[in-house]
Nanobody, 116 residues
């Protein structure tokens, strides 16, 4: 059973860079054909797919966010990471790490608030 655990700061100031990490257990981020996604849900809004990184390190970007997001991985730690630059209060959301066929596996999510 794949388990995903997000971690990162709960509070970020506007214009700063948000960095989040997803630690994967019960599976490997290098498993062939796997993809590891970042998804967020702003308060009162729907889910927004932010991007993904594939088993071979290929990244997939959301057209609306690609100028501000970077997804990377550390295979030695079985972790994927998200960086979101120049954050604004609109980036306040619960951030999820998601994987598996049909987005079967979800982390519990981590709340991020952007506020001065």
């Amino acid at each position: 059973q794949v388990q995903l655990q997000e971690s990162g700061p709960g509070l970020v100031k506007p214009s700063q860079t948000l960095s989040l990490t997803c630690t994967v257990s019960g599976g490997s981020i290098t498993t062939k054909n796997s993809a590891w996604n970042w998804i967020r849900r702003p308060p009162g809004k729907g889910l927004e797919w932010m991007g993904a990184i594939g088993w071979d390190g290929t990244t997939f970007d959301s057209p609306s966010l690609k100028l501000h997001t970077s997804i990377s991985r550390d295979t030695s730690k079985n972790q994927i990471s998200l960086q979101l630059t120049s954050v604004t209060p609109a980036d306040t959301a619960v951030y999820y790490c998601v994987a598996g066929p049909g987005w079967r596996y979800w982390g519990q999510g981590t709340q991020v608030t952007v506020s001065s």
